[in-house]
């Protein structure tokens, strides 16, 4: 089965760049999702179909790749950005949408 | 704008079923793909199933074969997510969330279910 391999956390201080990986076999081939989840909150899509970006999300947010890794990059990183973040992708070869692990930033 | 209000917090003994509720306002259930996804206490999200918009038909996580049902109630435009056969490992947060392009735009709140003896 279709595996995303993303880093358990990744910890910056404010107004510095955030990097969080999603790692998967030929993943430049799919279309991946970002969601960045509060405690105790729902899920919420931050970047989709690889680059745009939903009303409200700030342009910090932005999405990149290289080889098999897709990264999510933030920005300027304000504390409001500190929450779990997921990327998910759906996988034709399995017909199962697949989350990564899941990564906690945590704003120094 | 799309709406979702599950239904509220549940407690099952092992071996027993619990049926979660997702009811739609904003649009009709027909207009929508539903899907379930959990996510167990200081854990991942867990993908469980849904309706497949491509092929029109509902599919599930193979590792949930056999001992989930998801239904719909296009009457009062509500699904249903039935899980059987409970264990402690089933403790979790099960939200319903909308897909569009297998993307999830839109979630429910979450209903924690909890199993325990």
């Known amino acids: 089965s279709y595996v995303l391999t993303q880093p358990p956390s990744v910890s910056v201080a404010p107004g510095e760049t955030a990097s969080i990986t999603c790692g998967g076999n030929n993943i430049g081939s799919k279309s991946v999702h970002w969601y960045q989840q509060r405690p105790g909150q729902a899920p919420v899509v931050v970047i989709y179909y690889d680059r745009d970006r939903p009303s409200g999300i700030p342009d910090r947010f932005s999405d990149s790749y290289s080889g098999s890794t897709a990264t999510l990059t933030i920005s300027r990183v304000e504390a409001g950005d500190e929450a779990d973040y997921y990327c998910q992708v759906w996988d034709h070869e399995s017909e199962h949408v697949v989350f990564g692990g899941g990564t906690k930033l945590t704003v120094l | 704008q799309v709406h979702l209000v599950q239904s509220g917090a549940e407690v099952r003994k092992p071996g027993a079923s619990v049926r979660v509720s997702c009811t739609v306002s904003g649009y009709t259930l027909t207009e929508l793909s539903m899907h379930w996804v959990r996510q167990a206490p200081g854990k991942g999200l867990e993908w469980m199933g849904g309706?497949?918009?491509?092929?029109?038909?509902?599919i599930y996580a193979q590792k949930f074969q056999g001992r989930v049902t998801m239904t719909e109630d296009t009457s009062t435009d509500t699904a249903y997510m039935e899980l059987s056969s409970l264990t402690s490992e089933d403790t979790a947060v099960y939200y319903c969330?909308?897909?569009?392009?297998?993307?999830?735009?839109?979630w429910g709140q979450g209903t924690l279910v909890t199993v325990s003896s």
């Open positions: 969330a909308t897909v569009q392009q297998w993307l999830y735009g839109f």
């Open positions: 309706f497949d918009p491509e092929n029109l038909e509902t």
